[in-house]
């Protein structure tokens, strides 16, 4: 039986690391949905209202969320959009909270509120782009789409 001298093996062994790291380089991205909005101060001009993102991380690593741009848009009125640098850290196939904090009009709640007639719920589309950092990773935006609804009773405080 022969074996190779251990110079002949540090190629495949680097080729075997090159290979695992890739993977890392190329995360699964969260899903992402609307846990909760809720109105937390109004004044004059605007109010200001809190989005509660729920990010499950399918990843067998931990992710960084380093921050996020979005638009959200309830029953069809963009109410906010803007850029959140709260950094999150979600644990491998683990989940974690995302606390935007978004400045609406009264023109656009206005707009909304002659929509919600007898309604229930909301319907939303929450559309931006995830800041990932991880391991391999130094910056990765991934893109978000999530539409859904949510119940009236989650707006309040």
Same mark, same amino acid.
């Given at each position: 039986?022969?074996?190779?001298?251990?110079?002949?093996?540090?190629?495949?062994?680097?080729?075997?690391?090159?290979?695992?790291?890739?993977?890392?380089?190329?995360?699964?991205?969260?899903?992402?949905?609307?846990?909760?909005?809720?109105?937390?101060?109004?004044?004059?001009?605007?109010?200001?209202?809190?989005?509660?993102?729920?990010?499950?991380?399918?990843?067998?690593?931990?992710?960084?969320?380093?921050?996020? $741009? =979005?638009? &959200?848009?309830?029953?069809?009125?963009?109410?906010?959009? %803007?850029?959140?640098?709260? @950094? +999150?850290? /979600?644990?491998?196939?683990?989940?974690?909270?995302?606390?935007?904090?978004?400045?609406?009009?009264?023109?656009?709640?206005?707009?909304?509120?002659?929509?919600?007639?007898?309604?229930?719920?909301? $319907? =939303?589309? &929450?559309?931006?782009?995830?800041?990932?950092?991880?391991? %391999?990773?130094?910056?990765? @935006? +991934?893109? /978000?789409?999530?539409?859904?609804?949510?119940?009236?009773?989650?707006?309040?405080?």
């Amino acid at each position: 039986m022969t074996f190779l001298p251990r110079c002949h093996l540090l190629p495949v062994v680097f080729v075997l690391l090159l290979a695992g790291g890739c993977a890392a380089l190329h995360p699964k991205p969260p899903q992402v949905s609307l846990a909760a909005l809720q109105l937390t101060d109004a004044n004059l001009s605007h109010a200001r209202l809190t989005a509660r993102l729920e990010l499950h991380n399918p990843n067998p690593y931990a992710l960084d969320i380093r921050g996020a $741009d =979005y638009r &959200l848009a309830l029953n069809g009125v963009e109410v906010s959009r %803007g850029r959140t640098d709260n @950094p +999150v850290r /979600i644990e491998a196939n683990g989940r974690g909270y995302l606390d935007i904090d978004l400045v609406a009009s009264y023109l656009d709640l206005l707009k909304l509120l002659r929509g919600l007639k007898r309604a229930d719920t909301v $319907d =939303y589309l &929450l559309e931006g782009t995830l800041d990932l950092s991880g391991p %391999g990773i130094v910056h990765l @935006p +991934v893109p /978000i789409r999530r539409q859904g609804s949510i119940s009236l009773g989650d707006l309040l405080p």
